[in-house]
């Protein structure tokens, strides 16, 4: 089964829900990548100083993460795959030495986030699921980007 309109519309929704509170969601995104793998910090040159606190840098760069995955819910609905806008990511990464391990920090730390920005009342099996294929296939094709 492929993603489908219902995954991309939960994606959208809790997307909107994470932008109300950006500056705190972008603080808790880096925060859990840290708790998890604390030496990322030196991948992220916003986070090599002081951590994760509140700075535009840090919020430019989660809001990024989240709207490429939320685009990567529409690409996949309407194409089946996600095609980078920016062909510069695969550069990026390889450059930073992202590895397989990384792309699961990331995407355990986006899953920890959105559950916290929507609310035990909102997270379900259902959100997760979309969340997860939706980063799913941007991380494929930004894999595939790093050659």
Request: charged share 20%; no cysteine.
């Amino acid at each position: 089964m492929g993603f489908t309109a219902q995954q991309e519309a939960l994606v959208g929704s809790s997307y909107e829900t994470f932008k109300k509170n950006l500056p705190t969601n972008s603080v808790l995104f880096y925060t859990v990548i840290l708790e998890i793998a604390p030496t990322a910090k030196d991948m992220f040159s916003f986070l090599k100083e002081s951590g994760p606190k509140h700075s535009p840098q840090l919020q430019a760069h989660a809001e990024k993460v989240f709207a490429l995955t939320r685009d990567a819910a529409t690409q996949l609905v309407a194409k089946g795959e996600v095609t980078l806008a920016d062909a510069s990511l695969g550069a990026v990464h390889v450059q930073k030495a992202v590895t397989d391990p990384h792309f699961v920090v990331v995407k355990e730390a986006l899953l920890q986030t959105v559950k916290e920005a929507v609310g035990a009342d909102e997270w379900s099996d259902d959100l997760s699921t979309a969340w997860e294929g939706a980063y799913d296939g941007l991380a494929t094709a930004i894999k595939k980007a790093m050659g």
